[in-house]
């Protein structure tokens, strides 16, 4: 990650190709909580799911974190594509798939994931607070079974970001869950929402 964070320009992305099921190992914080399995801070990176599974360790709120701080921008631009012929590519967490603290997050196909398991955690496919996202196609799937945290998703968690869906799937099956939940701009273009 760091190497492509360093190499990837606009003009030359950075491509990473998963060629097995990939478990990273999950970060932790100062206070033992495990934060994510993949840290994105810069660079112009492509992540190629090539049909495998991406997934981290000791449960992180994430398994792909882009940018360090809620609150700060950051020059990351991460597309998720699965060039696999039959695109079985996935990230897959109880928590969250992505979240995305500043960057640009690209989501053009494969499937995110998330089945929460825990009483007081929701699950979420993908969560922005600042930056933007943009969906042009691929699944995200959320299921969960809390009636206390709320499920969703795609989760915005404070205002000033944009959310571009111009196509893809959207599915959320949970007691107290929304496919949606934005407090930003968004534009809705194409694609499901369940």
Known sequence: ????????????PATIR?????????????????VYGILINSGVINIDLNGYQLSA???????????????????AVVT????SVNQTGKIINSD?????????????????EVNATEEYNGG?????Y?????MNGGIID?????????????????PGGTFNMNGGYIKVNSPFGDALHLRGTAYINGGIIE
């Open 1 to 12: 990650i760091s190497s492509a964070e360093t190499t990837g320009v606009s003009e030359n």
């Open 18 to 34: 998963l060629l097995n099921d990939i478990e990273v190992e999950g970060v932790l914080s100062g206070t033992g909580s495990t």
């Open 57 to 75: 360790s000791n449960n992180p709120y994430s398994v792909i974190r882009i940018g360090s701080e809620w609150g700060e921008t950051c020059d």
């Open 80 to 83: 998720i594509e699965d060039n």
């Open 96 to 112: 969250a798939g992505i979240k995305n603290y500043g960057g640009t997050l690209i989501f053009n196909s494969g499937t995110i």
């Open 124 to 128: 979420i496919g993908i969560e922005f």
């Open 130 to 134: 600042h930056g933007s996202v943009i």
């Open 142 to 158: 959320v299921s969960g079974i809390s009636e206390v945290s709320i499920a969703a998703g795609i989760y915005e968690d404070g």
